[in-house]
């Protein structure tokens, strides 16, 4: 029996077909008709008034940071559990990361906790929707506009989830996606931001552009393209363009599908986790993404031998995000703002099962049986 493996990224019959018809073409580097078409799919999938696919959601949080206007000096508020490009987006910008604690009903910063770490320095808050679970951005939309703070959502998990207070990303001032490989959404790796100020168009076509204005010269609206703001290589080539395009028609059939998977763990699982002290994910109103199941084990020393023992069946389950206030980089280059009691706590019980498009009845059999006899 081989190994149940954490993720799979998805294939559709369509990626290969795309891919050949843009090697068939002279227009393989970015911009192209893929590119326009993975655009526009997004637009209709969120909403969101502007798109542009990125590189990864890495440089699409660089974009995200800068186009908010933080600054050298300025601090942006983020959760303390969250992916490192969060924090190192913030520090390429010359600015400091301050680490706020998490719920751990939701995995989310703790919105009550966000106020506490404003300073007269603080530029933006940064949110992450764990697993696509919403983040209570009525709060941190109330905090923003009483502080005058923009507003980044880093919706990598959460692509297309909608809320009663719009769809994610869409949300705060700017959004970003990720297309990496172990998301339900995929190129290999890739990304985007979305936004619906019409101004923030021009700067972020010409930072995605190297620093030019290239984007408004292939729309003929100038006669040569030249170097006119800081800029980096954040355009994808038209053959990610190509994979994402037959992946974003695939939506509905993989969200289905992981949604199968992540109802039948909840099921088999609800009794075992409740006369185990066990904690399942339960995202509130049901709303989330199907990116990740997540449960909490009693006690870390538990949740090691759980890991430890599942592993060994060949049943790679895993933990997540090592908080960023206690790696190497959060201390050099960010700050703390109160405590980390369940950033620490959520961090250290948590476990999640795999999940992906296509795992089969068998599958999820065989990771709720090990799980439950470990
Ligand atoms: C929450 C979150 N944000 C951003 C990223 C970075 O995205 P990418 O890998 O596309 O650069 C990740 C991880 O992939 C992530 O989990």
New binding site residues.
């Given amino acids: 029996m081989g190994p149940i493996l954490f993720s799979r990224p998805f294939h559709s019959p369509a990626e290969i077909q795309n891919v050949a018809d843009v090697l068939a073409t002279d227009h393989v580097h970015g911009d192209g008709p893929f590119t326009a078409s993975a655009t526009a799919r997004l637009k209709q999938m969120t909403g969101a008034a502007h798109a542009l696919l990125t590189t990864?959601?890495?440089?699409?949080?660089e974009m995200a940071v800068r186009l908010v206007g933080v600054k050298p000096g300025d601090e942006v508020i983020l959760p303390s559990f969250?992916?490192?490009?969060?924090a190192t987006a913030i520090v390429a910008a010359g600015a400091t990361p301050v680490f706020v604690d998490m719920e751990l009903a939701t995995g989310n910063i703790a919105a009550d906790q966000i106020e506490a770490a404003i300073t007269d320095r603080t530029r933006a808050i940064e949110v992450?929707h764990?697993g696509g679970v919403p983040v209570d951005m009525s709060s941190v939309g109330k905090l923003a506009a009483r502080y005058q703070l923009r507003v980044i959502e880093?919706?990598?998990?959460g692509l297309g989830v909608t809320t009663p207070a719009g769809v994610l990303g869409t949300i705060g001032d700017v959004g970003?996606q990720?297309?990496?490989d172990?998301?339900n959404v995929h190129c290999g790796?890739?990304?985007a931001v979305l936004f619906g100020t019409d101004a923030l168009t021009e700067p972020a076509e010409v930072m995605r552009e190297k620093g030019t204005n290239r984007s408004k010269f292939l729309r003929g609206q100038v006669d040569k393209y030249t170097w006119v703001d800081w800029g980096s290589s954040y355009l994808p080539s038209e053959l990610n363009a190509a994979v994402l395009d037959a992946q974003l028609a695939s939506f509905d059939t993989i969200q289905a599908a992981r949604f199968e998977v992540w109802n039948a763990y909840r099921e088999q699982l609800a009794d075992w986790a409740a006369t185990n002290g066990v904690t399942l994910m339960e995202p509130p109103g049901g709303v989330h993404a199907a990116h990740v199941f997540w449960l909490l084990l009693p006690t870390p020393e538990r949740r090691d031998e759980v890991l430890a023992s599942m592993r060994a069946e060949g049943v790679q389950a895993t933990f997540h995000?090592v908080p960023l206030h206690s790696s190497p980089a959060g201390q050099a280059f960010g700050r703390t703002s109160g405590t980390m009691v369940n950033t620490d706590d959520f961090a250290a019980r948590q476990l999640r099962l795999p999940l992906w498009a296509g795992m089969s009845e068998a599958d999820i059999a065989r990771v709720v049986a090990t799980l439950k006899k470990s």
Avoid at 82 to 86: L, N, P, Y
């Fill in positions: 990864s959601g890495t440089h699409a949080l969250t992916f490192s490009s969060g992450m764990y880093d919706n990598a998990h970003i990720s297309f990496h172990t998301k790796e890739g990304g995000y």
